[in-house]
């Protein structure tokens, strides 16, 4: 996430925009139908900084995107485990798993017109590489490099491209991570050649424009205000069946409440238990949810003062009310969850193994004084707009309060909260993160290894670097289990490397959320999995 901006709009000339006023207009009304045509959201979409692939870190803006940029492969919306084609038609594995070759769609158009091709999906896997930005890790973690990702991503033809890497990586994981990411998506590269500043190769105009191939198009964005999303007429796939999404931001849970119930939108993304509770004996609303693999936690800023010590980071655990909160804050939320590696995870602990931790005063205060810090100390955490980040950031502090430690509690905007994180400005923080495949090792390279703890590395879009914490130990093991062919050892080497990681690493992870939507009767074919919600099945 870059800096906090001020308020920006963005508009590429449509017919049909009319339609965005008249939803905006229509919204005041008092139970005003939408329309027939389109699918009104409501949902906290502050976050969003840019649409650029290269770039885009959040959970909102990654969700948009795979519903306008089609990767190479896709996540089975009925079994996430499973990967099937999507932008590639089918792939092929070498004997020593070192090599994938993809053949792609023919004849697929971009909006602007131009004809999609195997070097467009090259290039623009090597361009996030090049750029260096917060996702070349989802590449270079593979293997790929500035010198070598010309070489390693190359396209003999128009309809071929082939990944080489430099290790037998799990070829499933492979897929999940990279083919099924946002880094695996064909860009226009046409365009973004023509739009690049300073050699910046289209980053500046991806700030707020797709230029990819999706069921739909972005089509406006008014920062902090509302996204429009449009129909692809040209899309080589199924068209959508809605032509048009809107996503109104909205940050208050009881306003999103409001205008379900009162018809002005046709989903709520951010309800409280208590609103999700009301709905459920609702005849015009039902409740979908998912477990996804996004956990919420709290992260500790290990550079400097008491959380760089480990036993300081043990003893916060304990100022945690799992149970408490599970039954009040996080009901139809999210699960109580210790453990990096998320529920559902090839290779993660279960539920019991997986959440050792309960409220324990004495066995925090133990813990500090065994630190050093009998007394206590005086921190700062802070929190984003979520609307259960306000009362579990109080929970603690209460909590915490009893064995001496003072928290001074900050909310503030979730793009100031992402900067502040990802510059390392903060001495504790609560925060979500969604990792992309579901596999341990998919939160292992991001919460437990870290490749560079220089500041001066950048690697923002890797949480243990933001907290400053690097264990060369815990790398190696890193590694370990990513690379052994075993399946049973590998799972064996999660386990031990989870149970660790719960005890000294510098992250409290409190809860694995749930994907709640409240979604009025009249929309059908809602469709979702924990890792992606597809918009084009929708009917109304």
Known sequence: MTDHRPARSWHRPLASLGLFSSLMLGSTAMH?????????????????????????????????????????????????????????????????????????????????????????????????????????TTLTEYGFSKENVDQRITAPDDAT?????????????????????RVGTVMDMKVLMANQVNGDMGNKYLATHTECIGPYR?????????????????????????????????????????????????????????????????????????????????????????????????????????????????????????????????????EKAGQPFKLDLDKAKALLTEAGYADGFTAKLIFGTLQHSAPLAQSVQQNAARVGVKLTLERMSNAQLFAKVRGRD??????????????????????????????????????????????????EKVDAALLEPDVARRNALYADLQKEVMAKGPFAIMFQMYNIAAVRSDVKNWTWNGFRTYYAPVTK
């Open 32 to 136: 005003a139908a939408t329309p027939k045509t389109a699918l009104v959201m409501a949902w906290n979409i502050d976050a969003i900084s840019t649409f650029d692939p290269a770039q885009v870190g959040e959970v909102v803006t990654n969700e948009i995107l795979q519903n306008t940029c089609d990767s190479l492969v896709d996540f089975d919306p009925a079994d996430e485990r499973k990967i099937i084609p999507l932008f590639a038609e089918s792939w092929t594995v070498s004997p020593d798993r070192q090599t994938i070759t993809f053949k792609i769609r023919k004849g697929a158009k971009f909006p602007s017109g131009n004809t999609a091709t195997a070097q467009d999906v090259a290039q623009s896997m090597q361009r996030v590489v090049k750029l260096g930005s917060s996702n070349a």
């Open 426 to 475: 903060y001495q504790s923080a609560m925060q979500a993160w969604q990792t992309s495949v579901p596999d341990a090792h998919g939160n292992a390279s991001r919460l437990v290894y870290n490749p560079d703890n220089r500041p001066e590395a950048k690697l923002t879009q890797i949480p243990v670097w933001r907290t400053g914490f690097q264990s060369k130990e815990l790398n």
């Open 218 to 350: 972005l089509a406006q964005w008014n920062a902090s205000e509302s996204v429009l999303l449009q129909a692809n007429d040209n899309y080589w796939g199924v068209k959508p069946a809605i032509k048009r999404v809107l996503i109104k931001h909205v940050a208050e849970a009881g306003t999103q409440r409001l205008m379900l119930g009162q018809g002005d939108v046709d989903v709520a993304r951010d309800l409280t238990p208590e609103d999700l509770k009301d709905f459920e004996t609702s005849k015009d609303v039902t409740i979908a949810k998912v477990l996804k693999p996004q956990l919420f936690f709290w992260t500790f800023n290990t550079t400097e003062g008491p959380f760089g010590n480990e036993k300081v980071r043990l003893a916060m655990r304990y100022l945690i009310d799992y149970d408490g909160l599970a039954k009040t804050v996080m009901t139809n939320l999210g699960v109580p969850r210790a453990s990096f590696a998320q529920l559902g995870a090839v290779g993660a602990l279960d």
């Open 161 to 181: 491209v082939v990944l080489s890497f430099d290790k037998a990586y799990p070829t499933t994981l492979v897929l999940q991570a990279i083919g099924a990411s």
